[in-house]
C-alpha cells in the first residue's frame, strides 16, 4: 500500500503489487537470516545461527536448497531438497523436505515456480520419484501439492530419540 499524500486528504490508498521474483537461485549460507525467518514461519523456530552451523554438514551430505528472490534482493520463498538412495527403487528418490513461501506472497506463483525448478534439479540429479513431508494440520499446503500432481502414497511415522543417559 502506497500511503501519503493520499492517506493526509482522506483519500483511498493505492494497492501496489509487490515487486515481481525475478530469480529462483541456489541458497548460500549467507541467506542463513531469510532462511531462518522462513523455516520458523512454517513451524520450526530456527535462528540464523542454526543455519549457519548446520550448513557445512548439510550440504556436504547433498542437500540442497533453492529461494525465491525479488527484483529488489528480498527472499521471499525457499525450498530444501535432499537426494537419497533406497534398495528397492533403482534410481535415487528425491524429497523436498521443506518448501516455505512468506506468508504475504502466498497465492502469488512463488511456491509453484520453486516446486518446478526443485523438481528439474532433482531430476537432473537422476531422481526417479519425488517424495513431499507435509504436516498433518497443512491441509491447503496438501492441496497445493495435489494440485501440482502429488498424491499420497503412504503414511509416515516419527519417533523423536532422546540420547541415553
Known amino acids: 500500500m502506497i500511503r501519503g499524500a493520499a492517506e493526509r ?13 525475478s530469480t529462483v537461485r541456489a541458497a548460500t549460507v549467507s541467506d542463513a537470516e531469510e532462511i531462518a525467518r522462513l523455516l520458523t514461519q512454517l513451524g520450526h523456530p530456527t535462528s540464523a545461527a542454526d543455519v549457519r552451523t548446520t ?16 527484483d529488489d534482493g528480498g527472499v521471499v520463498g525457499v525450498v530444501t531438497l535432499h537426494r537419497m538412495r533406497v534398495l528397492h527403487r533403482r534410481r535415487p528418490v528425491g524429497r523436498v523436505t521443506a518448501l516455505i513461501v512468506d506468508e504475504p506472497e502466498r ?4 511456491g509453484r515456480a520453486l516446486m518446478a525448478a526443485g523438481e528439474r534439479l532433482l531430476e537432473e540429479d537422476g531422481c526417479g ?6 504436516n498433518n494440520r497443512l491441509v491447503d499446503a496438501h492441496a497445493f501439492y495435489r494440485s501440482l500432481g502429488y498424491e499420497q502414497t503412504s503414511v509416515r511415522l516419527a519417533k523423536t530419540l532422546v540420547p541415553a543417559g
Open 9 to 21: 486528504s482522506h483519500s483511498p490508498t493505492i494497492s501496489v503489487p509487490p515487486p515481481p521474483v
Open 55 to 70: 550448513w557445512d554438514v548439510w550440504s556436504a551430505e547433498g542437500n540442497r536448497a533453492l529461494v525465491a528472490e525479488r
Open 107 to 110: 497465492g502469488t506463483g512463488i
Open 129 to 134: 520419484l519425488i517424495e513431499i513431508t507435509s
